[in-house]
C-alpha cells in the first residue's frame, strides 16, 4: 500500500512565524501534490511537482513556496504565516504507468492553527 | 477552465436508505471521473474512478456512471451504513493536465442508526 506521511496532525504557530510542512511518500511516486481544505470550499491546490527541484503554482499559490530537494520528500512553506492561512493541508502523490497518470493518494493531512 | 459542481449538503440519512449525490462537471474533452471519501479523522482515499463515457465505476457497494451527455457523475449506493459517515468529494482530470485535479467542494453525509 501507498503510504504518505505528514510531519504533523496538529500544528499551532504564530502570525509572522515561517513554517514548514512536510510530506514524505514511500512509492518512488513523481508527482506530489500540496492542497488546503476548507469548510465550503473543498480542496484547492497550492502547489505541485513533477520531479525532484520542479515545481508548478496550483490555483492558490500566493503566501506559500515549495521545496522538492528528494523525490520522496515534499515541502510547504509558509514564508510569514498569516491568520487566514489556518488550515487544513493534504498531501497527495501520484504515479505515471505506461504514459497514464494514476490516481492521487493522500495523506492524513496537517490541521494548522495560526495565533 | 475546469469545474465541479456537487449538490448542497450536509445529508443525513437512516441506515439501509438509498443514497444519490449529484457531481456535474465542465471541462474540455473528455475528462476521467474520481469520487473520493474522507472519514473523520483522515485523508482522501480514492472510492471509484471512470475514465470514460458510459464507463461506471464501483466500489464498496457504491456506484458511479460516466454521463458525457449530461455531464454528470453521480454517486449512488443502494442501501447505507453507519460506517459510511464520511466527507465525499467529486473530482475531475481533464486530458493533458498533466496529473491536477479539480475538486467539488465536498458533502458531509451522516447515516444514523
Known amino acids: 500500500d501507498v503510504k504518505v506521511t505528514q510531519s504533523s496532525r496538529y500544528l499551532v504557530k504564530r502570525t509572522g512565524e515561517k513554517v514548514f510542512l512536510e510530506c514524505v511518500q514511500d512509492?518512488?511516486?513523481?508527482?506530489m501534490f500540496w492542497y488546503r481544505q476548507d469548510p465550503g470550499l473543498g480542496l484547492r491546490l497550492i502547489y505541485f511537482s513533477y520531479d525532484v527541484k520542479m515545481k508548478e503554482k496550483g490555483d492558490i499559490p500566493e503566501g506559500y513556496s515549495v521545496s522538492r530537494e528528494k523525490k520522496e520528500r515534499f515541502s510547504l512553506i509558509l514564508e510569514s504565516a498569516s491568520t487566514s492561512q489556518t488550515s487544513m493541508y493534504l498531501c497527495?502523490?501520484?504515479?505515471?504507468?505506461?504514459?497514464?497518470?494514476?490516481?492521487?493518494?493522500f495523506g492524513d493531512g496537517t490541521r494548522l492553527s495560526i495565533l | 477552465g475546469d469545474s465541479v459542481t456537487q449538490m448542497e449538503g450536509p445529508v443525513t440519512l437512516s441506515e439501509e436508505a438509498f443514497l444519490t449525490i449529484n457531481c456535474t462537471y465542465t471541462?474540455?474533452?473528455?475528462?476521467?471521473l474520481f469520487w473520493y471519501v474522507q472519514y473523520p479523522g483522515e485523508g482522501l482515499q480514492l472510492l471509484l474512478k471512470a475514465t470514460k463515457a458510459d464507463d461506471k465505476g464501483s466500489n464498496k457497494g457504491f456506484e458511479a456512471t460516466y454521463r458525457k451527455e449530461t455531464t454528470s457523475f453521480h454517486l449512488e449506493k443502494g442501501s447505507v451504513q453507519v460506517s459510511d459517515s464520511a466527507v465525499y468529494f467529486c473530482?475531475?482530470?481533464?486530458?493533458?493536465?498533466?496529473?491536477?485535479?479539480?475538486f467539488g467542494k465536498g458533502i458531509t453525509l451522516s447515516v444514523r442508526p
Open positions: 512509492m518512488d511516486h513523481e508527482n
Open positions: 473530482a475531475l482530470r481533464s486530458k493533458g493536465a498533466n496529473s491536477k485535479l479539480t
Open positions: 471541462a474540455t474533452g473528455y475528462p476521467s
Open positions: 497527495a502523490s501520484s504515479s505515471r504507468y505506461r504514459g497514464r497518470y494514476q490516481p492521487q493518494h
